[in-house]
């Protein structure tokens, strides 16, 4: 049996087999949704109850819920389709994009990837002691795994429901669906936090504050919330930007259209895979040094009272994957370990972002010889010169390449910027729940075009 035939074998969900309706697609959308929230609150059995989660803030961009079956989220599924990505770029996997069997064959690597990365993550998280069991016994580890495994199972099926019977990927609904309650949590929250006696929201803490006569100690949360609303702002306007190089049908007189090219040409993909790297790489960094293998830095127990605790790292390449914000900076002191995180952050984002920008010009068959080839096969060409795939590809490099590349840096930018100056949520999580609700909405708006009559789609366009 060839190695490919495995891919039959893989669990699958069907397509379906009519053309959805809008609402139909919402509905399932809808089910997707909730059942995402069911696994947030589904709790491991035979957790250590006293230990306190790690990498909440990057837990949020993973769609991860600590103490859940869905502990490390959507973390495995990215680490996978990274690893595919730097496979198939390095020609390690030869794979034909290009074509209908290249593509089913580079899905069913993807899955097998991700299953793999999903068992893999899973059982090195519990066995390293990242997540301590309650019984450090045989029976209780193994069904931690299992727990975990069955988890990361359901969520890759929930996101095939989502890209198939649904309104896009469920990976990045799942995210927005995680940021957006962090930020209402965050936000306006009126539950006082037991630790500072204050409301948890920052909206009503700034009330609170200026209420007792100390309008100095709102100023953090009034710039969170006012850096969260720019975030807001900036990411919509250059959601909107775009390049429109016109085209005409070569036999069709008087007759032509605009081929769009975004700022945001690869969308939110490389912050989301810059992201999960970098939370991938904190994970393995504890997994390692609990395994008594340090390589990636050192931590130490921290006791948070009551028999909690929990591990911060002290030194190596974990310490300064951590990233502080200014207003912690301005409490604890500027050290040279904080600076010189800040720095590393901030290169860091900036960096993966242009990297998997150029990756996936590739991978997602956006490249100008992909979009020559679209333009082409819909009978199109550029007024003015031949139809000619050689100069098409060449003239569409002109845009496409410098824009890969130059919204790869600006979703870079913004995240690290909104990251250090303390937005809500983490300025990465709602720089993608922006773009990943504005390309909701423009797939919703294209879902409600088809369905219109030929004659009002025409007016409507």
Do not use: C
Not at 160 to 166: T, Y
Not at 210 to 218: D, E, P, T, V, Y
Not at 249 to 276: C, D, E, Q
Not at 367 to 389: H, N
């Amino acid at each position: 049996m060839a190695f490919e035939d495995l891919f039959s074998n893989l669990p699958e969900v069907a397509k379906p087999i009519r053309k959805l309706t809008l609402k139909d697609k919402l509905v399932w959308t809808g089910i997707v949704l909730v059942l995402y929230f069911v696994l947030t609150m589904l709790p491991l059995y035979g957790l250590n109850s006293n230990y306190v989660a790690q990498f909440e803030t990057l837990a949020i961009l993973l769609a991860a819920s600590f103490g859940s079956i869905i502990t490390l989220g959507i973390g495995p599924l990215v680490t996978g389709s990274i690893m595919l990505q730097l496979l198939t770029g390095a020609d390690v996997i030869k794979i034909d994009t290009k074509t209908p069997e290249g593509r089913k064959k580079y899905q069913g690597y993807q899955k097998m990837f991700s299953i793999f990365f999903i068992v893999f993550e899973n059982a090195a998280y519990v066995m390293s002691g990242a997540l301590p069991p309650a019984n450090s016994t045989v029976f209780n580890i193994l069904l931690l795994i299992a727990q975990l495994t069955i988890g990361g199972l359901l969520l890759m099926l929930l996101d095939e429901v989502s890209s198939k019977w649904g309104i896009g990927s469920g990976i990045s609904l799942f995210i927005a669906a995680g940021v957006s309650r962090e930020i209402i949590t965050k936000g306006f929250s009126p539950m006082i936090d037991p630790r500072t006696q204050l409301p948890i929201g920052d909206i009503p803490k700034i009330f609170t504050l200026i209420s007792q006569g100390n309008a100095s100690l709102a100023f953090w949360p009034f710039v969170s919330v006012v850096v969260t609303v720019l975030i807001f702002i900036i990411a919509v306007y250059f959601s909107g930007v775009q390049i429109n190089i016109p085209l005409s049908f070569g036999r069709v007189r008087g007759f032509g259209i605009k081929w769009p090219i975004k700022w945001f040409y690869t969308s939110n993909i490389p912050v989301i895979l810059t992201a999960a790297l970098l939370a991938s790489m904190q994970f393995w960094a504890l997994m390692m040094f609990n395994a008594g293998v340090p390589l990636l830095g050192a931590y130490e127990k921290v006791s948070l009272g009551e028999g909690r605790f929990t591990q911060q790292p002290i030194s190596g390449v974990a310490l300064y994957l951590q990233n502080p914000t200014i207003s912690e900076v301005f409490e604890m002191g500027m050290t040279n370990d904080a600076l010189i995180s800040m720095v590393f952050y901030f290169v860091f984002m900036i960096a993966g972002s242009i990297i998997f920008a150029y990756l996936w010009l590739n991978v997602g068959k956006a490249s100008p010889s992909d979009v020559a080839d679209q333009i082409l096969s819909s009978g199109l060409g550029i007024p003015g010169f031949r139809r000619d795939k050689r100069i098409l590809e060449k003239i569409l490099a002109r845009y496409i390449m410098p824009l890969a590349i130059l919204g790869g840096i600006t979703v870079g930018v913004l995240a690290a910027t909104a990251d250090m100056l303390g937005a809500l949520s983490r300025g990465t999580g709602i720089l993608l729940t922006v773009m990943i609700i504005y390309q909701f909405y423009e797939s919703m708006q294209k879902a409600h075009m088809e369905e219109m009559s030929p004659m009002l789609r025409k007016v409507m366009a």
